[in-house]
């Protein structure tokens, strides 16, 4: 399943966070409705890392919503335990981090301000919300001081859009604040997922934050890119999120460049029905319905088979199941054999996006400070969508 991998040079050590060490200076985006118990266990199956939970809102968290506490339940097998959280309000933020470490749930915290989502930046939430730079940091203040010795850590976007760029002075009211490390997805939220991830941005905060360490996120498609941006930013290390997307085994691509190894995974069409099959089971165990953990695997589908020679309409079935026996029917019919397909497999995977002006509220940007007008509207923004 293996190939040679030609690698930069230069090899990162290991990653410290707060108290943890991992392993290897990767860690897993958190993704909503992908990174779940389920994925982050598949994962961890082909290398090492850091694995973050889906992002949770803190308020729902405080009001033990069924879902939030399904989604904060880890396996026994994952450890250190990582947990993301989004909230908006410094109280309920700092409440649901309480909580988490009362109650033994987490080893690490993560607070997402990168969300370019429409319908939390319209509410000053995600990316939006560090431009108020005074909330941001009694967010993070109030939050770091809830965790006590669980380390707790910031993922952030440059800022709302090129005219209005909020990492630098977010990045140094984390480190004031006393976080563990800081993430920068190196775009803007008006941006979305769109063009070239700008790495210099990450190579400047690095620069700016001389205490934690500073990971760098945006267009790592493989270990050598990763590599690359090490190289080119100083940064600490890399989170990874769409360019694992039915690909698990990257992070045992990026574990191995990281150790110094050539080595680079080429599975063939066989490998990747067993890593579908696999994390299809993983998925009936994580929701306890077969029926409901099919119908969840059907949006991997295209990501797991980018490349390979497996024809629309047994595309369109695997993403019409509702059995693991008609799965295994279904990939039985696939030649096994068939090799990597190289390029094709490789390279962006997921929804880019274009660029678009970001959804703000009223007035957001005349001012650095948070008009008590939009605290109400701010409640609001505590909304369960994928982050930055």
């Known amino acids: 399943m293996t190939t040679t991998l030609h690698a930069t040079s230069s090899v990162a050590p290991a990653l410290q966070i707060g108290r943890i060490a991992v392993d290897s200076p990767v860690v897993l985006a958190p993704m909503a409705g992908i990174t779940n118990t389920a994925y ?43 947990i993301q959280l989004y909230g908006v309000e410094p109280n309920t933020v700092a409440e649901a981090v309480t909580m988490l470490v009362a109650e033994d749930r987490a080893d690490h915290i993560d607070l997402n301000f990168g969300c370019p989502v429409p319908k939390v930046t319209r509410k000053g939430g995600g990316a939006a919300l560090p431009w108020k730079l005074g909330l941001f940091r009694d967010i993070v203040e ?40 800081i993430a920068l997805h190196a775009r803007t939220a008006s941006e979305f997922y769109s063009g070239h991830a700008d790495w210099s941005a990450i190579a400047e905060l690095k620069s700016a934050i001389t205490s934690v360490p500073v990971l760098g996120n945006g267009d790592i498609w493989s270990a050598a890119d ?15 999120g769409r360019g694992c997307l039915g690909r698990p085994w990257l992070f045992g691509d990026l574990a191995a460049a990281f150790r110094g190894e050539e080595e680079h995974a080429e599975p063939t069409l066989g490998e990747v029905a067993q890593a579908f099959r696999r994390h299809a089971e993983l998925l009936v165990e994580f929701f306890g319905e077969e029926d409901r953990a099919c119908r969840d ?25 509702g059995t693991l ?30 660029p678009k002006k970001p959804s703000l509220p009223d007035r ?7 008009d008590e007008a939009f605290r109400e509207e701010l409640a609001a923004a505590e909304l369960h969508h994928s982050g930055g």
């Open 142 to 181: 109030r939050a770091v001081k809830a965790a006590g010795d669980i380390p707790l850590t910031v993922k952030m976007r440059k800022g709302i859009d090129s005219d209005h760029l909020t990492f630098l002075e977010a990045g140094r009211a984390a480190e004031g604040a006393g976080v563990a490390s």
């Open 40 to 82: 982050r266990r598949l994962c961890r199956e082909y290398g090492a890392g850091l694995y973050v939970s889906e992002m949770i809102t803190s308020r729902a968290l405080v009001e033990r919503t069924p879902e939030s506490m399904r989604l904060i339940t880890h396996h026994e097998s994952e450890t250190p335990r990582s």
């Open 364 to 370: 957001w940007l005349e001012s650095r400070d948070l």
């Open 297 to 321: 695997i059907r949006k991997h589908v295209a990501w797991y088979f980018k490349g390979y020679p497996v024809g629309g309409d047994t595309r369109a079935s695997l993403a019409a199941v």
């Open 325 to 354: 026996a008609e799965m295994d029917d279904l990939l039985g019919t696939l030649d096994w054999s068939l090799a990597y397909p190289g390029a094709d497999a490789e390279g962006p995977r997921g929804r880019a996006g274009s």
């Open 226 to 240: 990763a590599l690359r941006m090490v190289d080119e930013t100083g940064c600490d290390g890399v989170v990874v």
